[in-house]
């Protein structure tokens, strides 16, 4: 079983940058495909961005250009920095395999962007 502990969501202003960090509780990097989600109020979770052990990304349109998934596979975590955050943005995010693990889903961290 593995576990996946995110972190670095918080309250920020239009505009503004934020980390997220995705903490595994072992490697699974080396196999595995990881993507960061997002579920908003009301709405379904979908994936934001992804990357592979190689280091190939892909990123929704609505995150192109503003959004970088990394991965430090000795450390067993993956990224996301934010930039030019905007409303629409808030959500809790979720870090997870792709496709997503149904026993790997954590609580996942809150980003809140005001206007």
């Known amino acids: 079983q593995v576990q996946l502990v995110e972190s670095g969501g918080g309250l920020v202003q239009a505009g503004g940058s934020l980390r997220l960090s995705c903490a595994a509780s072992?490697?699974?990097?080396?196999?595995?495909?990881m993507g960061w989600y997002r579920q908003a109020p009301g709405k379904q979770r979908a994936l934001v961005a992804s990357?592979?052990?190689?280091?190939?990304?892909n990123y929704a349109d609505s995150v192109k250009g503003r959004f970088t998934i990394s991965r430090d596979n000795a450390k067993n975590t993956v990224y996301l920095q934010m930039n030019s955050l905007k409303p629409e943005d808030t959500a809790v995010y979720y870090c997870?395999?792709?496709?997503?693990?149904?026993?790997?889903w954590g609580q996942g961290t809150q980003v809140t962007v005001s206007s």
């Open positions: 997870n395999t792709v496709p997503g693990a149904v026993n790997y």
């Open positions: 072992r490697s699974i990097f080396n196999i595995v495909v």
């Open positions: 990357i592979t052990s190689g280091g190939r990304t």
